[in-house]
């Protein structure tokens, strides 16, 4: 059974991606989400670009750093947050629900205030429907930027495919596009800041506690190039300068690295066993787009 060790007593379940047999996922394999998410360079750089922007808003902010474990424990809250992203896009759809219903009662109990005295609590509409944004931007813009270009139609694919994870998570408004993504940044700008959480957040990834099994440089790589997919003017609001620009060598040696991650085929791994439990060879993501039609044809692999 395939289980991420961490999981069992954070979450109450032990997560088999290779049953029931033949149950879908809230996600079809032809979807582009399938072929974004095996890939741990486009997650790893995506996801801390997704929390800069979610650190932006004082509320979320707050709400993370006050009520979460990363400070003490980045490394299982990273792993637990990974699991959480495989399972709502491989996992079978009862299970992903169940576990994501129990990551949405425990968010339930966070709430707090600001210390310019904002009120906040977790499950605010507004502050899910950014936060599920966030996460598809970043991984979507990781995977095109370091990985392999993605056609328009692609990412825009991805953007409203999105829908399906975010609702679950208790999100009402999912931008169907990268440019419904942008207005809702625009929406929100105004109430971001740079604030000193956003650097010790930067001093953690790129101090390598969150994976230490990585080389120290990768991590100053990864922080930079998670830097890199904010838009111009989000960097300046948030005073993320010069010293946090990437270089020529970093972006070499991440583009290399995820697309050596990209061939890699790994038995265990959850979106190889996703593809077992619907009846289709382990290494079908990994096969050509017209093997893969082939393989999906008339298939209802989404639940």
């Known amino acids: 059974m ?15 991606f290779t049953a029931p047999l033949g149950e879908p996922a809230l996600l079809a394999p032809d979807s582009v989400q399938w072929r974004v998410y095996k890939n741990p360079i486009a997650l790893g750089i995506g996801g801390i670009a997704a929390v800069l922007l979610e650190f932006a808003e004082p509320r979320i902010r707050s709400g993370v750093w006050d009520h979460s474990t ?9 792993r637990r947050t990974g699991l959480v992203a495989m399972l709502a896009c491989y996992g079978p759809a009862s299970v992903a629900k169940e576990v994501i219903g129990k990551v949405n009662r425990m968010h339930g109990k966070v ?25 598809s931007y970043g991984f979507l813009m990781a995977y095109d930027r370091f990985v392999h270009v993605l056609s328009e139609a692609d990412k825009d694919r991805f953007m409203a495919d999105g829908d399906a994870i975010g609702r679950e998570f208790g999100a ?34 790129q101090s390598g506690k969150a994976a230490p099994s990585a080389p ?8 930079r190039a998670s830097v890199s997919l904010l838009p ?43 593809s077992v439990r619907l009846g289709l060879p382990h290494d079908l993501l990994f096969r050509s787009p017209a093997e893969q039609r082939r393989l999906l044809a008339g298939m209802p692999l989404a639940a």
């Open 2 to 16: 395939a289980r991420l060790p961490m999981q069992d007593d954070y979450l109450g379940t032990a997560i088999d």
């Open 232 to 274: 111009d003017h989000i960097r300046r609001t948030l005073d993320l300068g010069p010293r946090y620009d990437l270089t020529r060598l970093d972006r070499t040696a991440l583009r290399i690295a995820g697309r050596l991650a990209d061939r890699h085929v790994d038995r265990e791994a959850p979106h190889c066993q996703a």
């Open 111 to 135: 709430k707090g205030a600001t210390p310019a005295g904002d009120k906040y609590r977790a499950l605010d509409p507004l502050l899910l429907d950014w936060v599920a944004a966030t996460a």
């Open 172 to 205: 009402r408004r999912t931008p169907p596009t990268v440019a419904a993504f942008m207005d809702m940044m625009a929406e929100l700008e105004p109430r971001f800041e740079a604030h000193p959480i956003i650097f010790e957040f930067l001093d953690i990834i």
């Open 70 to 78: 990363y400070k003490a424990d980045p490394i299982g809250r990273s």
């Open 216 to 223: 120290r440089f990768l991590h100053r790589a990864i922080a």
